[in-house]
């Protein structure tokens, strides 16, 4: 574990920052039990072993910072600010869900958050990511804008488009590449020849690459260049190195073909971000086991109590089909 | 009242919006210094600067997506296409992002651009920079779709367009910039979507045409007048909305219509609109609907060719004398 007490100086912050990342994974086991009991419509893409990225990055962020989310977002969605109610209704389909259960798990998003969205189209968000630097940079805010992405994502052209955009332009944004390793099924080896990093590089674009399951590493690094993005020294890119613990979604269960299981078992046992920063709020005297058992036990809590009440939560009315087509249009088949 | 041509009434919109609302920005390739190829733009980046004069490297989905999120996050972006060809290379952004976005946030996120390029064919520019690709966004819920077919709706069109909170795509014909037209000068010209323009009232038969095709639709009806035909010239003005009952009414009115429009005629807007007015109008009508769009064909660079492929006066009068006889009724 890296020691960055001179960035998160409050002990509120750490375990605010741990907080999020067990509220992540609890979300996310509560979503893949309501999938494998069949309550969930659809599929869903689980986050389970990279919260330290999102948390990391997030608890950087201002509320007015935005984000673009992926198609596996529910842990950015969390970490910007989401609340489990609504987010399980909108897993759910149900009409208190952020987006009246119109999106889905792969639309999952708290906007008054500065969530832009979780986007269905590998790297479809590069270019709104980038777009929402842009529009701070006319406007004279001082908001920057993380864009989200994996590693299966740079083999997108928008990627490299946007990137020389902004390089060109000194944009607010920084790419988070999430490098799990696998994009979907395929190993990451097999789809990106070259250095990912060295992508960004080609444009002038400051680079790093951080391990993904060390929350504090990740949370210290974005502090720094979040800071110097809001002064114009912007953009930047970082690859952040993690691991999905589930298959590409859920319903990817036999994947013994494209990684072992020993490779798995080896992520979670050894670097697991959760058990690395509960072990170092222990051992700097932060909280005690007890403290940490009570703060797991309350949010496992929550969440059960979010997912009583989304099962329980109505439908959207069949009449708002039509609606949200248009902002002015109430009813577009009217 | 003053003339100005189609290409100084769009340069109008642009700066009136851009005066008024500061969040208003223009970004495409060379629409700065040259002022787009057509020069539609000319002398704007002199009064508003390059921060919102934006000059891009040619990269289509990339400004695209930017246009996407910027409109997001409180700007209004003009996106400039500079051929309506390269649509194509926008798709992903402009139909799975800035279309459904308001949609998918269940009414949160609202995406308040606008997208102009051109269609039309005859400037022997052959398959890729010829293309009437309306019909593709049309296809599209969420995206609003406005077809100016002079100065007058090109300015007031436009203005729309820019205030309007959804997406909007707005084809300009590229051979019309140097047309003019009566445009008042000075106050605020907003046309409304949605709202179609009877050009020519008749008694014996309805021409509805798009962009340039209402100016088609104009000469064919002065063709069939010299015979004794009266056609009604409808302009939509925009196919998304679509001022459906005006057309409706008009068919029960004339009991024929041609419906002309430059995009290809399968799958095209010829047959959505020919199809509401013969599922609407059908006990009101002599025949039914006909389509005339352009020709199933990739547009080709010959002229000897490349005329045959859209539609003219005559070929739009021939088509009219022939429903008005009644010979279409029984067609094969």
């Known amino acids: ?334 | 009242m003053r003339e100005i041509t189609l290409s100084q009434a769009v340069n109008e919109a642009l700066a009136e919006e851009m005066r008024r609302d500061e969040s208003v920005f223009i970004i495409g390739e060379d629409v700065a210094e040259a002022g787009t190829p057509f020069k539609v733009l000319s002398g704007l980046v002199e009064e508003f600067g390059t921060a919102r004069v934006v000059d891009t490297p040619i990269a289509e989905p990339g400004f695209m997506g930017i246009a996407v999120g910027a409109a997001m996050t409180g700007s209004r972006p003009v996106v400039d296409l500079m051929f309506g060809d390269f649509l194509f290379l926008v798709m992903d952004q402009l139909c799975n992002q800035a279309a459904k976005t308001h949609y998918m946030s269940g009414g949160k996120l609202n995406v308040p651009l606008v997208l102009r390029t051109n269609l039309g064919a005859t400037r022997r520019s052959a398959a890729q920079h010829s293309q009437s690709l309306h019909a593709l966004v049309a296809h599209i819920p969420g995206l609003k779709v406005a077809m100016p077919s002079s100065a007058l709706e090109a300015k007031g069109l436009m203005k729309t367009a820019i205030r309007d909170d959804n997406p909007v795509v707005i084809f300009e014909d590229k051979l019309m910039y140097n047309d003019k037209a009566e445009v008042p000068e000075g106050g605020d010209l907003l046309i409304p979507f949605g709202v179609a323009n009877v050009k020519r009232e008749g008694r014996d038969i309805t021409l509805i045409g798009t962009s340039s095709m209402v100016q088609v639709c104009e000469k064919a009806a002065e063709l069939l007048a010299a015979e004794g035909i009266s056609a009604e010239v409808i302009d939509p003005r925009t196919i998304v909305p679509l001022d459906e009952a005006t057309l409706v009414a008009s068919a029960k009115k004339t009991s024929r219509v041609i419906v002309v429009d430059e995009g290809h005629q399968s799958y095209g807007v010829t047959g959505e609109i020919a199809s509401r007015i013969n599922e609407k109008a059908f006990y009101h009508l002599d025949a039914p609907a006909l389509r005339m769009g352009a020709m199933d064909v990739p547009v080709p660079f010959s002229p000897a060719l490349e005329d045959l492929t859209v539609p003219t006066p005559e070929a739009v009068a021939e088509q009219a004398r022939k429903l008005c006889a009644g010979e279409m009724i029984h067609a094969a």
Request: charged share 25%.
């Open chain 1, 1 to 334: 574990m890296s020691s960055a007490k001179q960035t998160q100086t409050n002990s509120e912050d750490y375990l605010r920052m741990y907080r999020q990342m067990v509220r992540i994974r609890t979300f996310e086991d509560n979503a893949n039990q309501l999938y494998l009991s069949a309550k969930m419509p659809g599929l869903t893409h689980m986050y389970s072993g990279e919260e330290a990225v999102a948390v990391g990055i997030c608890e950087a962020l201002k509320v007015s910072d935005k984000i673009t989310s992926t198609h596996r977002g529910h842990g950015h969605c969390v970490a910007k600010g989401a609340a489990f109610k609504e987010m399980f209704c909108e897993l759910l389909g149900k009409e208190e869900g952020y987006c009246r259960g119109k999106g889905g798990s792969m639309h999952i998003a708290d906007q008054s958050n500065g969530n832009l969205g979780a986007n269905a189209i590998v790297g479809g968000s590069m270019g709104i990511a980038t777009g929402a630097a842009f529009s701070a940079k006319l406007a004279g805010r001082d908001d920057v804008a993380v864009c989200f992405f994996g590693d299966g994502a740079t083999a997108q052209g928008l990627m490299y488009e946007v990137m020389n955009m902004a390089a060109l332009w000194n944009l607010p944004v920084i790419y988070a590449c999430e490098n799990n390793g696998y994009s979907e099924y395929t190993k990451t080896d097999e789809i990106a020849a070259g250095s990912i990093t060295a992508r960004a590089e080609a444009f002038g674009i400051e680079a790093h690459q951080v391990d993904g399951q060390d929350v504090l590493a990740v949370n210290t690094l974005t502090q720094q260049l979040v800071e110097r993005a809001r002064k114009g020294e912007g953009p930047f890119f970082m690859e952040l190195m993690t691991y999905r613990y589930h298959g590409h979604h859920v319903g990817d269960i036999n994947r013994e073909y494209y990684r072992s299981k020993d490779e798995e078992r080896d992520w979670k046992d050894n670097r697991d971000p959760i058990v690395r920063f509960r072990a170092w709020l222990v051992d700097e005297g932060i909280a005690t086991e007890d403290e940490i058992e009570a703060l797991n036990a309350a949010v496992r809590k929550d969440a059960e109590e979010a997912v009583t009440y989304a099962l329980d939560a109505p439908y959207p009315d069949g009449a708002e089909v039509d609606m949200h087509v248009y902002t002015d249009v109430p009813h577009a088949l009217a």
